[in-house]
């Protein structure tokens, strides 16, 4: 799990993700229209939806919207189907990047997301030129106030988990990607209120970005992905040092 905790520490420092309302509540209907599409459009029978809808509302997300989402995800809406899509790119320095996508339209989407690395001094890649670097991992999130550290420590061990951290205000824990939704699912049972759930890649060997020119470069193309209408998700190869993190932290 190299590099996990600092790159959530790069994104803390932008502090950019799901700034808008309008952004967060697409982010909320993608998520909510893959898991229907996905597991069916019951949440009582479909965890990751019922995740997903808990999440949304828990932001205030309007129930039309929400039902919405759930209608798009299973066909009941015309329109194209929403489909999860992962793009791979090469950033300023060599810095591999991952982006997830949920779209209705491929061909709008490679061509915008193509337009993103380029117009940043990145360029996207063909399916498994960057992938390789990570490793996948499974993410579960709780509420920092739900649980104590040792209680959500004991919790998560005995659900299966690999490792807990404290990230902000949001227990993280690491799971392998195979057993997520099982680890989810235990941790619900045993009344742990998840706060969301999801696989994410890490870095193997993180790219130690050492001056802020190059630690912009870097996240100004981490920006304009994230900041796309379609994206769920993105994911670097690239780490800070201490003294980066510092500068940074001062400029924001």
Known sequence: MAGHNKWSKVKHIKAKEDAKKGKMFSRFAHEISIAARDGGGDPSMNPRLRTAIDTAKSQSMPKDNIERAIKKGTGELEGGAIEE???????????????????????????????????????????????????????????????????????????GADDVTLEDDEHVVITAADQCAAVAGSLREAGVPVKSQQLIFVPQSPIELTDTKSANQVLRLYDALDDCEETIAVFGNFDLTDEVVGELATVE
Do not use: C, H, W
């Not at 117009?119 to 499974?138: I, P």
């Open 85 to 159: 899509i992962t793009y791979e790119g090469f950033g300023p320095g060599g810095v591999g990047m991952i982006v997830q996508v949920a779209t209705d339209n491929k061909n709008r989407s490679v061509a915008t997301v193509r337009n993103l690395f380029k117009n940043n001094n990145g360029s996207l890649g063909e399916a498994g030129t960057v992938s390789y670097l990570f490793d996948r991992a499974g993410e579960i999130r709780v509420d920092r106030e739900a649980l104590t550290e040792e209680e959500m420590l004991e919790a998560a061990l005995e659900a």
